[in-house]
């Protein structure tokens, strides 16, 4: 049995009302896709972000009758215009295809990031066991990514880590293999939190992270800050990360497009001596050192 793929272009609709109808119509799954290859990172506390140019696609059994599935989303919406493509797909184990999409990946000299179904490359490295799918980081993107090399570049053991915006908690689990003593995982969202929860305990590190949201997170400093969320955010958060690195210990910020560094050297550099940026594609990483004093 074949299927049929109907692709709906969202420009001049709310890509959420399109899932429904597609749904409605007898669509079997919908997925929503990039249609311009943006980047979208970590989401603001109470937000749901999509692309501003999405495809939402409905995948039907190979004989639905797709001029009227068409003819139907255009009555409903009023649009007679909206632009659509209608493809055949062969029959196939579609779980494992997605699958094979996914394959182990290193990040610096020892540190891997593998889903459960793959055996861990190699014995002697530190590997993350982590699955892609909606928790909000699995190492593909290139801020997560800058971040993880860092960690791996950098002697953690005993240290202790603040992952500020864990999202899936990937560079808190990460931490506490590397030999992090302690990581306080911080996030707004409770699913994430949930996610992070689950993430360390499928890789026996649930005893050396502790789950906060913002505001139960204690007074303390750490030897790491990490942030990996958005430019916006961490101009806001300024001060309340440097109160979190202790005098001698290091800030990691990421999530940031190359022409938002310059704005964020220049706040960091009020509590930090910042090192040089290290940049991948569109995105930046920026580091630096907490002084003894400068509040």
Known sequence: MGWLRITLDSASHD??????????????????????????LEPLPGETRLWSHTQVSGLFAADADSAAVIDHLRRTLADPALRTTVAALEDQDW?????????????????WVCPHWHTPPSPDDV?????PGLAFGTGTHPTTALCLEWLDAHD????????????????????????AQQVWAVDYDPQALTATANNA???????????HEPDSLPEMAVDIVLANILAGPLLELAPRIAQLV????????????LEQGPALLEKYRIWFNMEPVATRDEWARLSGQRRGTGR
């Open 15 to 40: 890509p959420e009302q399109l899932s429904e109808l597609l749904t409605a119509a007898g669509a079997v799954a919908v997925t929503l896709e990039d249609a311009a290859d943006q980047a979208v």
């Open 95 to 111: 779980e494992r295809a997605w699958m094979d999409r996914f394959k182990p990946l290193r990040f610096g000299r020892r540190l």
């Open 127 to 131: 590997t993350v066991m982590l699955d």
């Open 156 to 179: 953690l053991r005993n240290k202790t880590v603040v992952d500020y915006g864990c999202g899936s908690g990937i560079l808190a689990i990460a931490a506490a293999k590397l030999g």
């Open 201 to 211: 305990a499928a890789n026996a590190v649930d005893r050396q992270i502790s789950l």
């Open 246 to 257: 202790r005098p001698g210990g290091y800030v990691v910020l990421s999530g940031i497009l």
